[in-house]
């Protein structure tokens, strides 16, 4: 399933979302810093959960690394982006964002994470951002809903229509964005959390050694 995003930023192509055999791999760095000992936290249980096209959702993402460590409350946007807020709720619900990481985070710019297929803690992380899920891609929800500072964008490849998994969040607003991608929330809580995510190297900020990760989603109703 070929799956990749791409945003201008500065004036460079940051490739944030990777997939598919059209892809560019990333190769590993030739100096990259062997990672810390793996600590996967244990599996849980999927949560009692059944979409409601009418309720108010969020996510709270227990965050922990060698950069954050704490939570970030997200407030989920159903009026403008009903199907993405399905998909990923029922993602969380089924546990299956636990132990994904941050793979690749751009100072100034936005933290990705998101890839249930290979950015698991433990996994090879050269593939993490390929992925997405078992799922169907998604139909594009774009809106006028701006890309602010704390904004929660999906990630897609340049087919409009091929959002999955993956998404990211702003640490600055991003106006070339708007219209773009379709924007699923905004960060009500723990932007010092965001702020503190280990941040990745080069161009396309692909974080070298241990990724900080979500060690647990949580799907949370108003």
Do not use: C
């Not at 807020?85 to 941050?102: C, G, H, K, M």
């Amino acid at each position: 399933m070929p799956n990749r995003l791409t945003l201008v930023f500065g004036g460079l192509a940051a490739v944030l979302v990777t997939a598919g055999a059209w892809s560019i791999l990333r190769p590993a760095p030739p100096d990259e810093v062997a990672p810390s000992p793996v600590i996967v936290a244990e599996a849980r249980a999927p949560q009692d959960f059944t979409y409601d096209p009418t309720a108010d959702y969020g996510l709270r993402l227990a965050i922990s690394g060698e950069g954050a460590n704490g939570e970030i409350v997200i407030d989920l946007n159903e009026a403008v982006a009903p199907g993405h807020v399905q998909r990923i709720t029922e993602l969380a619900a089924a546990r299956s964002y636990d132990n994904v990481v941050f793979h690749r985070v751009i100072e100034g710019f936005m933290a990705q994470t998101g890839d249930v297929q290979f950015g698991k803690l433990g996994s090879d992380m050269r593939q993490a951002g390929r992925g997405g899920s078992e799922h169907p891609d998604l139909q594009a929800e774009f809106s006028d809903v701006a890309f602010e500072r704390g904004a929660v964008g999906m990630a897609r490849s340049q087919d409009p229509d091929s959002a999955n998994s993956q998404f990211f969040i702003m640490f600055a607003p991003a106006p070339h964005l708007n219209g773009q991608y379709t924007v699923v929330g905004q960060v009500t809580e723990g932007l010092e959390v965001l702020d503190a995510i280990k941040r990745g190297e080069g161009r396309n900020g692909a974080v070298i050694g241990a990724p900080d990760v979500m060690t647990e989603v949580d799907v949370i109703q108003k």
